[in-house]
T-cell receptor, first 113, second 116 residues
Framework: DQQVKQNSPSLSVQEGRISILNCDYTNSMFDYFLWYKKYPAEGPTFLISISSIKDKNEDGRFTVFLNKSAKHLSLHIVPSQPGDSAVYFCAAVGGTSYGKLTFGQGTILTVHP | NAGVTQTPKFQVLKTGQSMTLQCAQDMNHEYMSWYRQDPGMGLRLIHYSVGAGITDQGEVPNGYNVSRSTTEDFPLRLLSAAPSQTSVYFC???????????????FGDGTRLSIL
């Protein structure tokens, strides 16, 4: 049973526009969420996180929104740049599972010049 | 700083062979973990360690063994390789377990393993 789901395998956007990547979770014990970016032949790189006590966290061009009632989070990238083209994973932890990340399947983002 | 270093980067094994994937970090992180990445399934936790001498199982531990004799090193052993273990393996570390006030995990660049 996939506790963290990224239902869009891929997303294509134009440079300068907004990219919105979505993630849904089912485990109500999750209370901390992260986004990682991964380039080919490299390991995932931490991008941004959010605690369940917040509904928004910003870091430069990246903003993560959390809707606890819907068990949904999203990553907004504004403006999108060609260098943002990568695979994006959302991950969650919580309850007694601190440290043990549960990942979504990933979304391939392509930003066209 | 090298961060998290994984060796080898690529390996081909025959079914039944054993091997050890190496992972070392130079950040003095207490928490280390191993994940495997398979197409369409994201990353799944194999084993983790909260400090030297302490290890525990993750979501998919069968067929793998770990030990943690030092803070820096966390090797992953395949006891008898099977084709189902063909995957990309990532090692990660953090100063404290991720979550709450814990730190995000830093990942190595992975070991791509093929088992024939």
């Amino acid at each position: 049973d996939q506790q963290v789901k990224q239902n869009s395998p891929s997303l294509s956007v134009q440079e300068g526009r907004i990219s919105i990547l979505n993630c849904d979770y089912t485990n109500s014990m999750f209370d901390y969420f992260l986004w990682y970016k991964k380039y080919p032949a490299e390991g995932p790189t931490f991008l941004i996180s959010i605690s369940s006590i917040k509904d928004k966290n910003e870091d430069g061009r990246f903003t993560v929104f959390l809707n606890k009632s819907a068990k949904h989070l999203s990553l907004h990238i504004v403006p999108s740049q060609p260098g943002d083209s990568a695979v994006y994973f959302c991950a969650a932890v919580g309850g007694t599972s601190y440290g043990k990340l549960t990942f979504g399947q990933g979304t391939i983002l392509t930003v066209h010049p | 700083n090298a961060g998290v270093t994984q060796t080898p980067k690529f390996q081909v094994l025959k079914t039944g062979q054993s091997m050890t994937l190496q992972c070392a970090q130079d950040m003095n992180h207490e928490y280390m973990s191993w994940y495997r990445q398979d197409p369409g399934m994201g990353l799944r936790l194999i084993h983790y360690s909260v400090g030297a001498g302490i290890t525990d199982q993750g979501e998919v531990p069968n067929g793998y063994n770990v030990s943690r004799s030092t803070t820096e090193d966390f090797p992953l052993r395949l006891l008898s390789a099977a084709p189902s273990q063909t995957s990309v393996y990532f090692c990660a570390s953090s100063r404290t377990p991720t979550g709450g006030k814990g730190q995000p995990q830093h990942f190595g660049d992975g070991t791509r393993l093929s088992i024939l």
